[in-house]
């Protein structure tokens, strides 16, 4: 049976108001979430838009210069913004990139500044490195590819960094160099033969023998030559003045002069000439003798060898003058000259000194070492200097007024010659200079410096490459 329902409004389950409350607590909580959302969105976009243009910098390297902060990619340090009093000295490498003749920046390597381009994304295709913007600014005179630098103290102090100062001297220091001991070309001897014959024996069996003027090297036989002793000794006999007695010299008339002189002619020495006339008899082979004491430099015959006339049977090399060869700057070729007084010493005889001249000069200059040579010539009676050794050559010049700095100073690439010039405040100046002669750890300063100007003496190679960075980056390298 169906009961009516009542009417009248339904009420609703239990836990429907609950359920409501929430829904709408979520639906506040996303409202706020989306406006945290949007406020943190304008609020960057705001800071984004402040700090647009900051540029970051590395205090050591200027030439690393970047849109975002991180770390130097080649010392590490951490970027600091451009501008700040952390970034010393690089003012010019604040600077924005110039622009090319469109009128668009310029990006260089730092390592390869003839790497140009406009497009900030390449990489030097010679190194591989980032690009960096090329700074306009302008060149230091004098030395190219460099220019001043400015430092903190601090650098200065932690480069170990010392100057001195140019002075006005006398300077007349020496001229040293290398030298080593060769044999005189006239103390070269060769010894020939003017007949021909046969080596009978041999009086020096090795070279490097020492002989003494006079002693029998070899002795020959020659028909040829016991043929002209036979009609010598019959000139004499024929002769009504022939020396009576033993020993006696030959007292020779003029129909002896001939024949006598013919042997002579043909290599014969007097005593040997002598010993014909005294003993009546012609020798039966001929002694060959040295001409003068010296070393035997080359011996060319053998026992029994058969020797044509004008063979060279020895060389001899007298070594009583011989040669020191040196070679001498081009910055010093100014202070040699023929005559000078010089004064060599060797190790091999420790605490002597041999004193000669300059003899010679030679007219060519080595292309590569940029050196002339110069031949001074020394008296060696006890034979004590040989050829081959090496030893000190000291050339004496004279003193004149000069501006002298320490030779630590000047930096030579071999193609300028330049020191740094403290101008103070932390201000390094590269400036090339004429220098001229050096010696005892200084060097004399024809142009480009004046007495009383600092100079960088120690860090000067520290300073020298943090100026061609700079120079790079700011686009002297070119």
Request: with cysteine; aromatic share 6%; hydrophobic share 40%.
């Amino acid at each position: 049976m169906n009961e009516p329902m009542p009417e009248g409004e339904e009420a609703a389950p239990p836990g429907t108001r609950t359920m409501a409350g929430v829904r709408w607590a979520l639906v506040g909580l996303m409202a706020l979430a989306a406006a945290g959302a949007w406020g943190y969105h304008v609020a960057t976009r705001t800071s984004s838009a402040a700090v647009q243009g900051q540029k970051f910098i590395c205090p050591m390297h200027p030439q690393i210069l970047t849109d975002q902060k991180g770390e130097c990619p080649i010392c590490g340090m951490d970027l600091v913004p451009a501008g700040t009093s952390a970034t010393p000295a690089a003012g010019n490498a604040m600077a924005p990139p110039p622009p090319n003749a469109a009128g668009l920046p310029e990006f260089t390597c730092p390592m390869d500044p003839e790497v140009v381009t406009t497009d900030p994304k390449l990489r030097c295709p010679k190194c591989k490195m980032k690009l960096v913007p090329r700074v306009a600014a302008a060149a230091a005179a004098g030395v190219p590819g460099l220019v001043p630098v400015e430092l903190s103290a601090d650098r200065i102090q932690l480069m170990g960094m010392r100057t001195s100062v140019a002075t006005q001297e006398k300077f007349g220091a020496s001229v040293r160099a290398v030298g080593f001991v060769t044999p005189t070309e006239d103390g070269l001897v060769s010894i020939n033969i003017r007949y021909s014959g046969w080596v009978d024996s041999l009086q020096v069996v090795q070279t490097g023998q020492l002989v003494q003027k006079g002693d029998v090297l070899a002795t020959l036989y020659s028909p040829e030559i016991l043929n002209a002793q036979t009609v010598f000794l019959n000139t004499i006999k024929w002769s009504d003045k022939r020396p009576q007695g033993g020993n006696a010299p030959a007292v020779t008339t003029d129909y002896e002069r001939e024949p006598r002189l013919r042997l002579e002619l043909i290599g014969v020495a007097p005593q040997d000439i002598d010993a014909i006339i005294a003993s009546g008899q012609p020798l039966k082979t001929m002694p060959v003798r040295a001409p003068s004491r010296g070393y035997v430099a080359r011996k060319s015959v053998l026992k029994g060898y058969f020797v044509q006339a004008g063979t060279e049977m020895f060389q001899l090399a007298d070594l009583s003058t011989v040669w020191v060869l040196l070679d001498v700057q081009e910055s010093d070729l100014a202070r040699v000259r023929v005559g000078q007084k010089a004064t060599f010493s060797s190790s091999s005889t420790p605490g002597k000194r041999y004193s000669g001249r300059v003899s010679f000069i030679y007219p060519a200059l080595n292309t590569g070492s940029r050196t002339l040579q110069a031949r001074v010539e020394l008296q060696n009676p006890r034979l004590e200097l040989r050829p081959g050794m090496f030893g000190d050559v000291a050339l004496e010049t004279s003193a004149d007024d000069a501006v002298v700095i320490p030779a630590e100073a000047l930096v030579d690439t071999g193609e300028h010659r330049y020191v740094f010039v403290d101008r103070g405040s932390g201000r390094f100046e590269p400036r090339a200079v004429k220098t001229g002669s050096s010696g005892e750890g200084k060097v004399v300063i024809l142009e480009g410096l004046a007495a009383g100007e600092k100079v960088v003496t120690k860090a000067n190679f520290l300073l020298d490459s943090e100026s061609r960075l700079r120079a790079a980056v700011e686009g002297h390298g070119r």
